[in-house]
């Protein structure tokens, strides 16, 4: 398991305490396109095959399972944000139903911690009992998956479905990360049921591309107006970051009836 420290926090994953990949690797083959036309790889696919190429050695789009590493989170005493699929799609369709439990089951006992998902393939959370301290979230539609351009009528879909069936899963916390803000999603997010949302620019390497300022301004008029709490990526170069930021510095404590 990764702690992000102080020095990683501000250029990797800034709210989260750690990372923990028990199933590792992702088919999504995600990809964005740039304003200047550019394309952005995955950052965890980026991180695979350049930085960590002995952990992948079969490269990033090979499925990974790591037994050995499923009771990390139990050996951590202090309450904790624990970002469970850093390094892949815990709901990709690749990853057997059996793995998957199995990495739920730890969550149940981790009981003190708050586990996040993120997933783009929102319709499988459905096909499974979620614990209460699991963080349900999706992640906002990129320009291509699986080697192919996504339509803006494909993303809206996608987008759409998304809440669909973040509605029908009762866990505290239903977030969207929408990193990047590629296009004006707000009214898509209208009525949403997301408790949170993590909204930040478009990345290429060291390259940081904003969004158009009204995207931002009607996101956060939609998600502010149902109670949706925002966190800001430290890579939106505007003042609002220091203002709105609200995402939530301590776990979630969970009834002791729903501790196994
Ligand atoms: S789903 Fe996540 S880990 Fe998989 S390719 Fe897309 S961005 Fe990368």
């Known amino acids: 398991m990764n702690k ?25 083959s995600c990809r964005w396109t ?27 789009e090979h499925h990974y399972w790591r037994p050995e590493i499923l009771d990390e989170p139990l050996k951590i005493k202090a309450q904790s944000k624990i970002f469970l699929d850093s390094m892949s799609d815990l709901m990709g369709h690749w990853v057997p139903a059996e793995e998957i439990e199995r990495v739920f089951d730890i969550c149940r006992q981790a009981h003190w911690h708050s586990f996040q998902l993120l997933t783009k393939n929102a319709p499988r959370l459905l ?17 291509f998956m699986f080697g192919k351009p996504l339509s803006a009528d494909q993303q ?18 239903r977030w969207m990360s929408i990193e990047p803000l590629s296009f004006n999603i707000a009214p898509l ?12 620019a478009a990345t ?29 990526k430290g890579n939106l170069d505007w003042p609002l970051d220091k203002w709105l930021e609200d995402f939530p510095d301590k776990p979630i404590q969970i009834p002791a009836v ?3």
Request: hydrophobic share 40%; net charge positive.
């Open 127 to 143: 096909e499974f009992d979620i614990p209460e301290n699991v963080w349900v979230g999706v992640s906002a539609p990129p320009s």
């Open 4 to 28: 992000q420290f102080k020095t990683v926090r501000k250029r990797g994953i800034e709210w989260t305490d750690f990372t923990w990949n028990p199933v590792a690797g992702c088919k999504h």
């Open 156 to 173: 809206k879909r996608m987008v759409k479905r998304q809440l669909e069936v973040l509605r029908n899963i009762r866990v505290p916390i």
């Open 189 to 200: 997010l209208v009525d949403s049921p997301l408790e949170w949302a993590v909204i930040g």
């Open 34 to 60: 740039m304003p200047d036309g550019s394309i952005a790889e995955c950052y965890a696919e980026t991180v695979a095959e350049r930085v960590a190429q002995a952990a992948y050695p079969h490269g990033f």
């Open 204 to 232: 290429n390497g060291p390259k940081t591309y904003q969004p158009e300022r009204d995207w931002v301004l009607n996101a956060l008029k939609v998600l502010k107006a149902q109670g949706t709490k925002i966190f800001f």
């Open 258 to 260: 729903s501790v196994v």
